[in-house]
């Protein structure tokens, strides 16, 4: 009797991956051979092999339908930060460019680990703080887009950027906000996890409003 062996889409998967990362290596030969001018940094592609492999992590993980794990968010992270470093260097950008857009692609991450709903491990304290990784992906992305503006202006007005920084501090302070409100009513009462989200959102909210009547200036 012939057995049927059914396919393992993890192999499936991991021969594509493979097949990937091979191609792309014949494509690094050929660019390093070919000296293409608009390709600065060649070497730079390299960089999208852990980004081949966190795709291959990514796609098994969602195969194995758990939800939005630790894990999957931890790939995902890993696809979008090898990529573009690898898009920086192959463009050659300056770092008033550079420096902003690492903070946007933090802020990003930051958000995209709020969204994990694991129930085991780290997961579970990460929803616990699921507000505070929400409010601060937002601020640091807010705080990426101001650093952009302002390198790109050549004479920023200083005033502007502080009052702009000072509103991200509030962004982020938001998270506590929301946090001991739905402490407040998954207790009842003000409980001591309650004052400490509060507390938090506080100490991070003074800086913010005199950032924005320009104590700092």
């Not at 930060?81 to 990003?108: H, K, M, Q, R």
């Not at 991200?168 to 929301?178: D, E, S, T």
């Amino acid at each position: 009797m012939k057995k049927n062996i059914k396919k393992n889409p993890t192999q499936k998967t991991n021969r594509i991956t493979g097949a990937a990362i091979l191609a792309l290596l014949l494509i690094i030969v050929f660019v390093q051979r070919t000296n293409l001018e608009w390709l600065k940094n060649w070497w730079a592609l390299l960089f999208l092999i852990p980004a081949i492999a966190s795709f291959n992590n990514s796609f098994t993980e969602i195969q194995n339908k758990k939800g939005f794990t630790f894990s999957l968010a931890s790939n995902m992270v890993g696809i979008i930060f090898p990529i573009a470093i690898c898009v920086i260097l192959l463009l050659g950008l300056n770092w008033n460019i550079i420096l902003p857009v690492v903070i946007i692609i933090s802020g990003l991450s930051m958000l995209v680990v709020g969204f994990v709903n694991e129930e085991k491990g780290s997961g579970r304290i990460i929803r616990a703080l699921h507000p505070w990784f929400f409010s601060w992906g937002a601020a640091v992305i807010l705080v990426g887009n101001i650093t952009l503006v302002s390198n790109l202006q050549p004479n920023p007005d200083g005033t502007a950027v502080n009052t702009w920084y000072g509103i991200a501090l509030l962004v982020a302070a938001c998270g506590g906000l929301v946090s001991s409100w739905i402490e407040f009513r998954k207790q009842g009462k003000p409980t001591f996890i309650f004052w400490a989200h509060l507390l938090v959102a506080l100490v991070i909210s003074i800086p913010g409003f005199l950032a924005i009547f320009g104590i700092f200036s």
